[in-house]
């Protein structure tokens, strides 16, 4: 098991006569609550003099709350012998203005995980207030947690405590999501839509999220088209690049062809200056001769 411990953000101010000092016992069931009203309302009451407190308070963004120390004795349930052993935790939420979220309900399933792997809490221990209060003390009992989705609670916790590991609400965990954010859906993401659809899940679960979305298809669809855009402008490049090797072929057979009829006409005149040469060199001393030849029997011969 590697539910991570969850954030979360101490609570100062709270009276002593609020709880009941230091349990006597290891806690063995969680009790669920809501506050009809969002976080800041139940925290601001908790540091009355009201002889009543929590373990925990969840607000709508997901913020976890911790009011008091785990071994403390919480004054929650409306019934002593519950809160001896009870981790009492209320929810954001059940009133007209204030509506259940999935950034509490996510924050609800990670403390809840968290808290049953380190107290070894089995699934049927996460209790309702309505099921636990002391009916003798409160005759009328208590409607809490109202509708709250308790089911939902139980089973993400377990899922979690089952599962891969899930996102926390840290710096890079958020990081990681938010460049698959900008990949998806091309754009940053902020860290309230993180802690809304990312923290308390999987990855793949985050993933699922992120990608069927209607901003997802739309950047799929931006992307695609970007890419079709850059295709047709590599197709351009590389036709281009085509034609100038063709032509640039065409030019090197021609030159081939220049070079070879440079080299005929060069052997050619070669021939044609030897043979030139050739004749010359022979005709001018047969004609030298001749002409001496001729001038001399001319010498020679007796005057008439
Ligand atoms: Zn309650």
Redesign the pocket.
Known sequence: MNVPRPVMQAVSGVPADNYGGKRPTRPTHI?L??IVGDAPAALARFRQPVGVSSTFVIGSDGTIYQVLPIDTIPY???NYRSNLRAI?I?HAGGHPTVPYTDAMYNASAQLCAWLRQEYGIPESNILL??DVIDRTAYPGG?A??GALDTERIKRESTKQLEDEPVIRDLDNEYWRWNKLGIQIRGRDLTRDEFRASAVGRTWLNALEILSDDPEADNATNDQNTGSRASNEKWLITINRLQAERDEMQANLVKANQRIDALQSELEASKTNTATAIETATKKAPTATKSNWFVRLVAALMPKP
């Open positions: 009790t609550h809501h929650t349930d409306g009492t209320e207030h309505r208590t809490c947690p």
